[in-house]
């Protein structure tokens, strides 16, 4: 299990940018895919960026090209760097650390790792 510390969560204007951060408590090199989910008031859940140990990162097609996820498995953080940012981006922001590897079994109601969450609120 590793615990997950996000952080750098604010309040800024639509257009502005704000960079998260996310340390881990643990060495996060063989877990295969950390990532970035946010949760909008009233709203599921949903992926922002994924970085697989592989090198490959997946974006939603909503913050593809504002938003950069980057993940250093030297002291274990990953961060999200977002600008050109709208309303629409106002949610808390989690960070997720999950092992499963694809196509490997796992136990039915296996949970991945989450931090708390960081508030991110965009003014108009």
């Known amino acids: 299990q590793v615990q997950l510390v996000e952080s750098g969560g604010g309040t800024v204007q639509s257009g502005g940018s704000l960079s998260l951060s996310c340390a881990a408590s643990a060495d996060i090199a063989p877990i295969w895919s950390m990532g970035w989910y946010r949760q909008a008031p009233g709203k599921q859940r949903e992926m922002v960026a994924i970085?697989?140990?592989?090198?490959?990162?997946n974006y939603s097609p909503a913050v593809k090209g504002r938003f950069t996820a980057s993940r250093n498995n030297a002291d274990n953080t990953i961060s999200l760097k977002m600008s050109s940012l709208r309303p629409e981006d106002t949610a808390t922001y989690y960070c997720?650390?999950?092992?499963?590897?694809?196509?490997?079994?796992?136990?039915?109601?296996?949970?991945?790792?989450w931090g708390q969450g960081t508030l991110v609120t965009v003014s108009s």
């Open positions: 997720n650390a999950d092992p499963r590897v694809p196509g490997s079994w796992y136990p039915d109601g296996f949970v991945p790792d």
């Open positions: 970085m697989e140990k592989t090198g490959v990162t």
